[in-house]
């Protein structure tokens, strides 16, 4: 049950990223391996309590 789907643009071997969002608890890092930028990750990305990577 995904309620959120984010696109990764900038990233060469994930296509999409499936989070639920259950709430905006900032996380100290969530490092998205391929990702040549970690700022080029939408905000929000970075603010989900967790995420599941499905390549």
Same mark, same amino acid.
């Not at 309620?3 to 905006?24: E, Q, R």
């Given at each position: 049950n995904f309620s959120n789907l984010v696109? $990764?643009? @900038?990233c060469t071997? $994930?296509?999409?990223? @499936?989070?639920?969002?259950?709430?905006?608890i900032s996380?100290?890092?969530l490092w998205?391996?391929?990702c040549e930028?970690?700022?080029d990750m939408p905000?929000?990305?970075?603010h989900l309590i967790y995420g599941i990577i499905i390549i």
């Amino acid at each position: 049950n995904f309620s959120n789907l984010v696109s $990764l643009k @900038y990233c060469t071997n $994930l296509m999409k990223i @499936y989070a639920p969002f259950d709430g905006m608890i900032s996380l100290k890092t969530l490092w998205l391996k391929k990702c040549e930028n970690l700022e080029d990750m939408p905000m929000r990305l970075k603010h989900l309590i967790y995420g599941i990577i499905i390549i």
